[in-house]
């Protein structure tokens, strides 16, 4: 199998989690700007979904998680390393289980679907995704990744 | 001189081979610790939806904290929803609705410093009235509050269900579940209780405040008006960010 260079994957990472910190910001600014936070009549997922007991952990908004796992993702574009390769990879993943757990949670314990939630978690899901690819194809080439004595 | 050179090159390549062989044992380490990561990941994730799936609150076998309530609002008038004393001059009007996740934090952190300080100095009484936005679970939830008002335990029955709220909407708003809270806040005759919460008055009841709410301009809950001899009849308050603000209000409104 042909892997896309790594290169190619380190800018489509860079992207990807670009687009995620954008959408994990919107949804962390549009709950802390909200005043005194209440129930809305005949809103939309959104709103069910952000006054759900679920959005916080430990009185964090879960989009701050969100921001900071996508930031890390961004370094580890950055650099060429197995440590970053590695690295890529074991953030998007954990972003990707809590991913499963938050849709699971939207799906069947609040019943609502948000559809900033939903992006962030297609997001993250190509993260991992393409982190993985980065891993398998990419992984121990530190070595090979210095420029040939002749 | 070509021997040396020969043995350079025997030296290099040896070195480009420990280096290839360093890189395939590193990789089939990253690639086992990914594996295992992937592997912890899956175990994680799947306790979590496991811990998450057994019922947080609205669980009629398990009604809690019905001391806390009792001891919040022992000895304080109760006349129908209002609590506190009938000489109070400030009326608080609070529009909620029983299956909401925001009314249920207010109730627990808002309003007992609000019920402690104005309402037991006989400065102020509260008010429910329903306002059911969430569901249609909301609204004989609403019924069976206004139902235990007529034993003069509807505070006691507000506050209990709030703090064994379950998810909204899930149907844990039950017959079961009404009647469990009915009997933990202290309703001595369900089956009054039972009659009267299935009574035309009390639907009424329910259906009028939520369309005085909507006529006051909410849309959401909880929502406050309040009336004094400081107010002009009654204000809207929305929601007040915190007890503090509640406090205030009233003293304004005194």
Not at chain 1, 65 to 89: M, N, P
Not at chain 1, 138 to 150: N, W
Not at chain 2, 2 to 25: G, H, I, W
């Given at each position: 199998?042909?892997?896309?260079?790594?290169?190619?994957?380190?800018?489509?990472?860079?992207?990807?989690?670009?687009?995620?910190?954008?959408?994990?910001?919107?949804?962390?600014?549009?709950?802390?700007?909200?005043?005194?936070?209440?129930?809305?009549?005949?809103?939309?997922?959104?709103?069910?979904?952000?006054?759900?007991?679920?959005?916080?952990?430990?009185?964090?908004?879960?989009?701050?998680?969100?921001?900071?796992?996508?930031?890390?993702?961004?370094?580890?574009?950055?650099?060429?390393?197995?440590?970053?390769?590695?690295?890529?990879?074991?953030?998007?993943?954990?972003?990707?289980?809590?991913?499963?757990?938050?849709?699971?949670?939207?799906?069947?314990?609040?019943?609502?679907i948000c559809q900033w939630c939903v992006s962030s978690a297609v997001l993250m899901t190509v993260l991992f995704l393409l982190n993985a690819t980065r891993l398998i194809g990419?992984?121990?080439?530190?070595?090979?990744?210095?420029?040939?004595?002749? | 001189?070509?021997?040396?050179?020969?043995?350079?090159?025997?030296?290099?390549?040896?070195?480009?081979?420990?280096?290839?062989?360093?890189?395939?044992?590193?990789?089939?380490?990253?690639?086992?610790?990914?594996?295992?990561?992937?592997?912890?990941?899956?175990?994680?994730v799947t306790v979590l939806i496991v811990a998450s799936s057994g019922g947080s609150g609205g669980d009629a076998g398990d009604i809690k904290e019905a001391g806390e309530v009792?001891?919040?609002?022992?000895?304080?008038?109760?006349?129908?929803?209002?609590?506190?004393?009938?000489?109070?001059?400030?009326?608080?009007?609070?529009?909620?609705?029983?299956?909401?996740?925001?009314?249920?934090?207010?109730?627990?952190?808002?309003?007992?410093?609000?019920?402690?300080?104005?309402?037991?100095?006989?400065?102020?009484?509260?008010?429910?009235?329903?306002?059911?936005?969430?569901?249609?679970?909301?609204?004989?939830?609403?019924?069976?509050?206004?139902?235990?008002?007529?034993?003069?335990?509807?505070?006691?029955?507000?506050?209990?269900?709030?703090?064994?709220?379950?998810?909204?909407?899930?149907?844990?708003?039950?017959?079961?579940?009404?009647?469990?809270?009915?009997?933990?806040?202290?309703?001595?005759?369900?089956?009054?209780?039972?009659?009267?919460?299935?009574?035309?008055?009390?639907?009424?009841?329910?259906?009028?405040?939520?369309?005085?709410?909507?006529?006051?301009?909410?849309?959401?809950?909880?929502?406050?008006?309040?009336?004094?001899?400081?107010?002009?009849?009654?204000?809207?308050?929305?929601?007040?960010?915190?007890?503090?603000?509640?406090?205030?209000?009233?003293?304004?409104?005194?």
């Open positions: 199998m042909r892997f896309p260079s790594e290169a190619t994957l380190r800018k489509l990472i860079a992207f990807v989690a670009a687009l995620g910190i954008g959408v994990a910001t919107y949804i962390a600014i549009a709950d802390s700007g909200g005043g005194a936070p209440t129930c809305l009549a005949g809103g939309s997922g959104c709103e069910t979904v952000a006054n759900s007991s679920y959005s916080h952990i430990a009185g964090v908004n879960v989009a701050v998680f969100g921001i900071v796992g996508y930031i890390a993702i961004l370094g580890t574009a950055f650099l060429a390393s197995d440590l970053a390769r590695f690295g890529g990879f074991a953030v998007s993943l954990g972003g990707f289980g809590f991913s499963v757990y938050l849709t699971y949670l939207e799906l069947f314990k609040i019943e609502a990419y992984a121990g080439t530190d070595g090979a990744a210095l420029p040939e004595k002749t | 001189m070509s021997n040396k050179r020969e043995r350079e090159k025997r030296r290099e390549q040896r070195l480009q081979e420990e280096t290839k062989v360093a890189s395939a044992d590193r990789r089939t380490r990253l690639l086992q610790f990914g594996a295992g990561a992937v592997f912890l990941a899956i175990v994680a009792d001891s919040l609002l022992a000895g304080i008038p109760q006349e129908n929803m209002e609590l506190g004393r009938p000489t109070s001059p400030v009326k608080v009007f609070e529009y909620g609705d029983l299956q909401c996740p925001f009314c249920k934090a207010y109730s627990e952190e808002v309003l007992p410093q609000v019920i402690e300080g104005p309402v037991k100095q006989g400065k102020a009484r509260i008010v429910f009235r329903n306002f059911t936005i969430i569901g249609p679970d909301s609204v004989p939830a609403g019924e069976a509050t206004l139902a235990a008002a007529e034993q003069g335990r509807g505070w006691n029955y507000l506050e209990l269900f709030y703090r064994n709220q379950g998810t909204e909407n899930s149907g844990y708003a039950n017959d079961e579940f009404f009647t469990a809270v009915a009997r933990a806040s202290g309703v001595k005759n369900i089956a009054k209780w039972n009659e009267a919460r299935k009574s035309s008055e009390v639907a009424d009841e329910v259906a009028k405040t939520t369309e005085e709410a909507k006529k006051l301009g909410f849309n959401g809950t909880p929502s406050f008006a309040i009336e004094g001899p400081g107010t002009k009849g009654m204000e809207a308050l929305e929601t007040p960010g915190s007890a503090g603000d509640l406090e205030s209000a009233i003293e304004e409104a005194s």
